[in-house]
């Protein structure tokens, strides 16, 4: 059995600069923390012929063409695997819809099990490109591309995304000191409430797209915020860093619903 992890993950500054219809134009740049709650993906070859895919569903069938989860088939179809006779099951720490990257790190995992199934050695670089290629440009989400490579490279990590495709990942320069002060002083609550992130990315890309003059002042400033958190940050100075994070939290959408029990 082949089981694997990828962290879920939190944007310290610059979040929403990391859709294409965005970084294209204007670059993006964002920090993002890998955080200590994950997706899990276990493979395991079965003794019968086909697929048995457990996830928020149960899926039974015959080939890879057949599968209804769209991110698992084009997965094991980029992985190009062969087997016929797979189980595949997925576990999260947390629910769908909290807003912390899940979608993109159950396509990081996956694919990481994958390329460990088929003995295939791949650099964070390479599993998140994957990942980006089979939510961006397969299946066409309005999704951007920090959920993949955060999950990917871990850490708290800086991200350039350039206006020709390419992203440049560096580790955030920050000391083991300010990086304690961080974690306890950092809380996530769940209120029970979910909402729906490629609803409201689509309201960003079309703006965006539309070169809506708002929604691009918008965007310009949360960059600009996202690297005011890197200085504050690498400088090892948190009153510095809380001024920068908290208007990209306050201004988070609303738009959410509970969570049926």
């Not at 996830?55 to 062969?82: M, N, T, W």
């Not at 083991?176 to 950092?186: G, V, W």
Request: hydrophobic fraction near 40%; charged fraction near 25%.
């Amino acid at each position: 059995m082949i089981i694997t992890r990828s962290p879920l993950r939190i944007s310290l500054g610059g979040g929403g600069t990391d859709l294409p219809s965005y970084y294209r134009n204007h670059g993006g740049f964002l920090v993002a923390a890998a955080i200590d709650k994950y997706i899990y993906i276990t493979v395991h070859r079965r003794f019968v012929d086909g697929f048995l895919l457990k996830y928020s569903h149960l899926e039974e069938v015959a080939s890879i063409d057949e599968i209804k989860h769209p991110i698992i088939r084009e997965a094991l179809k980029l992985a190009g695997v062969q087997e016929r006779n797979l189980e595949i099951a997925s576990m999260a720490d947390i629910p769908a819809g909290t807003g912390l990257g899940s979608s993109g790190s159950f396509t990081t995992a996956l694919l990481k099990a994958l390329h460990a199934l088929r003995k295939n050695l791949v650099h964070p670089s390479e599993l998140a490109a994957q990942a980006c290629s089979i939510e961006i440009e397969k299946l066409r989400e309005s999704v951007g591309k920090q959920d993949q490579y955060i999950s990917a490279y871990g850490g708290i990590t800086c991200f350039e995304f350039l206006p020709d495709g390419r992203v440049q990942a560096s580790p955030l320069n920050v000391s083991e000191e300010t990086l304690l002060e961080l974690e306890e002083n950092l809380l996530l609550f769940f209120t029970g409430y979910a909402r729906s992130a490629s609803k409201i990315l689509q309201e960003q890309h079309d703006k965006s797209t539309q070169s809506d003059e708002a929604m691009l002042e918008n965007l310009h400033f949360v960059k600009e915020l996202g690297r005011q958190s890197q200085r504050a940050l690498e400088g090892n100075n948190l009153r510095e860093f809380a001024p920068p994070i908290s208007p990209t939290w306050a201004a988070a959408p609303r738009v959410a619903k509970p969570l049926k029990r």
